[in-house]
């Protein structure tokens, strides 16, 4: 078991140091023996949202907007964790705490929430928008809100903490930047969510390989009358996270941090703890702590790629998505690929607010004219003209297998579901070309029939719909996904050739 940790953690791309948040192509070699070069992954700005009802900002000048837009930066922050572990409650209290929710949405919500014998659910609600979430308590699909803190505007994803729901999750936190994970330090539910099949686990795993570089790890409930603010307990949970952590691939030292909140008090989150409440705890309040967090900025300059994750009619076809590298600007012309649509830039929103350029990490809506809604599909990607996104039938991958169904063996016929960027599309391993040695790294000369869990191996994949992928040592985050099974990970890889 130990084992297949450490190799899960070679595969999941060890966090690279950035020189100033500049990325170095030179550094992304790709090397078939060795997986842990790093992905830089980027930010500067942006959110998604609704509708693009804008208004249309005065623009004087592209470079005044470039400006603007540059004051304060933007991330994508996903609330991943065990069911109930508190995701969607945090979520909601920050944005009450930031001023975004008045006091009688609040007494609203304490009420429905008690009509539905959900009485401490209330500030859940803020997140949990869909009468099926509230009613069960749970989150279905991933919820998104925005906040600001003195130097960042953020995009909160909270994602479901459910297994049945790891689909959406993954769908979640491939659009972040930063991942908060939420812990729950009440008696029993730390442990729950943390035993093997608990999705605090599978979620850091999901995580790591997804493009997530850094985490917040918040142990929340800590209000809670078995936790009541023990430093204990506190550190039981760090102590057992960090090397789990580690073996998922985390510098715990660079890329992670600890702090006790309490999400349905509000504690810890915007001001800092009182002594008088917790003596030991000396560190920064969630808000401080998101503010610091430092991720390298993607290359404004690379060719546009924009995964789409949502699209809808309005005033034309509007589609929604991150955008993973280049710069998109009013006017330009683009493809939306596969299928070679041939579009022009009409109006590009971030938040309520329409803009004239935008750049890596920007969550936007894009209005679109030469393309029908109908003939967009989630998956589909925005892309330059003079250097489109490739398209494929068939790849060659880097796999790690995490855990098969039954101990099931992995060979030439075996079919799962792939999710690459946005991406969801059944598959089938056609071949396997090579196994890796998770020790050495080096390839083994034997020819390779079948693998069991924990290989890393060498093999061909195919879908039976046209995708866009992207080398990983290209595009790292158009070329990583996941396979998965009934509703299971079973593993993680990265493509090599196309
Ligand atoms: P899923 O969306 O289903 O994965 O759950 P979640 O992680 O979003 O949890 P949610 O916010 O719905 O909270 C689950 C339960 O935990 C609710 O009853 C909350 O009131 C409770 N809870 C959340 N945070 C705290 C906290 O800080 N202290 C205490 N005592 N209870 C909390
Ligand atoms: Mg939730």
Not at 192 to 218: D, F, N, S
Request: charged fraction near 30%; hydrophobic fraction near 35%.
């Amino acid at each position: 078991m130990v084992d297949l940790e450490e190799d899960i953690r070679s595969l999941q791309l060890d966090s690279a140091e950035d020189i100033n948040g500049v990325v170095n192509p030179e550094d992304e070699k790709p090397d078939v023996d060795k997986m842990d070069e790093d992905p830089k992954q980027e930010v500067q700005a942006q959110s998604v949202e609704a509708e693009p009802k804008a208004k249309v900002k005065e623009i004087l000048s592209v470079q005044d907007e470039e400006d603007e837009q540059m004051k304060k930066r933007h991330l994508n922050v996903v609330f991943i964790g065990h069911v109930d572990a508190g995701k969607s409650t945090t979520g909601g209290q920050i944005l009450f705490l930031s001023g975004q929710v008045d006091d009688r949405t609040i007494q609203k919500y304490e009420k429905e929430a008690k009509d539905k014998s959900r009485e401490s659910w209330y500030m859940a609600y803020i997140m949990d928008t869909n009468e099926e979430e509230r009613v069960k308590g749970k989150t279905v699909e991933v919820g998104r809100a925005h906040f600001e803190t003195d130097t960042t505007r953020f995009t909160i994803l909270d994602a479901p903490g459910h297994k049945s729901y790891v689909p959406n999750m993954i769908s979640g936190a491939s659009q972040a930047d930063i991942g908060v994970l939420v812990i729950s330090a009440r008696k029993g539910e730390f442990e729950t969510g943390y035993e093997r099949g608990g999705q605090t686990r599978e979620h850091v795993q999901l995580a790591k390989t997804l493009g997530v570089t850094k985490l917040l790890v918040v142990v929340n409930k800590m209000d809670d009358p078995t936790v009541n603010w023990s430093k204990e307990r506190y550190d039981e949970i760090e102590s057992k996270m960090i090397p789990f952590l580690k073996q998922s691939g985390y510098n715990v030292k660079k890329d992670v941090s600890f702090l006790p909140i309490s999400g349905l008090m509000g504690l810890n989150i915007k001001t800092r703890l009182d002594k008088s409440l917790c003596s030991w705890w000396d560190g920064p309040c969630l808000f401080e702590s998101l503010d610091s967090i430092e991720v390298p900025m993607g290359d404004p300059k690379s060719p546009f790629r924009m995964p789409i994750i949502d699209k809808f009619k309005d005033m034309g076809t509007v589609v929604m998505g991150k955008v993973e590298s280049g710069t998109i600007r009013d006017g330009d012309s683009l493809l939306i690929m596969p299928n070679k649509d041939h579009v022009k830039v009409v109006a590009i929103y971030i938040d309520e607010n329409r803009v004239t350029l935008a750049g890596p990490g920007e969550n936007l809506r894009v209005r679109l004219s030469g393309v029908e809604e109908e003939d967009i599909l989630s998956g589909f990607v925005l892309s330059s003209a003079a250097n489109p996104i490739s398209t494929v039938t068939e790849f060659v991958a880097q796999l790690q297998i995490l855990e098969l169904l039954d101990n099931a063996i992995f060979t030439a016929g075996y079919k799962a579901v792939l999710h690459v960027h946005s991406v969801v599309e059944e598959c089938e391993i056609v071949e396997l070309l090579q196994q890796i040695d998770p020790k050495t790294r080096k390839p083994i000369k034997k020819k390779v029939l079948f693998v069991k869990n924990g290989a890393i191996v060498l093999c061909r994949v195919q879908v039976n719909n046209v995708i866009c992928v992207e080398k990983f040592s290209d595009f790292p985050q158009l070329g990583r996904f996941t396979l998965r099974t009934e509703g299971k990970t079973v593993a993680v890889g990265k493509i090599t050739a196309l």
